[in-house]
């Protein structure tokens, strides 16, 4: 599997168990895959829901400040990539 940079942790807030991740390249969608990634993080996460200032999104590009919820605790300047399925060959 592939992975590409597509943002940072810039924020985590534990009690709903959210990461505020600003999104510096690329599209994120609700069903991709993202790994965070840090110096004590690493997990991957299926996005289920974002948001954009509490209101739910479909889509994010760069720019946007996102909520997503995580299984997991991040910490800010994690580093976030989008798992990208390698392509079949035929």
């Given amino acids: 599997m ?3 940079k597509v943002g940072r942790v810039e924020k985590f807030f534990a009690k709903p168990s959210v990461a505020a991740i600003e ?15 840090g110096h004590t993080t690493d997990f991957e996460e299926i ?3 974002m948001q954009v200032e509490n ?6 590009k760069p720019g946007d400040l996102i909520g997503i919820k995580v299984k997991e605790r991040v910490r800010e300047n994690d580093t976030v990539f989008k798992v990208v399925p390698e392509q079949a060959t035929s």
């Fill in 2 to 4: 592939e992975e590409e």
């Fill in 23 to 37: 999104v510096t390249a690329g599209v994120l969608r609700i069903g991709d895959r993202l790994h965070f990634k």
């Fill in 47 to 49: 996005i289920s829901s």
């Fill in 55 to 60: 209101q739910p999104i479909e889509e994010a």
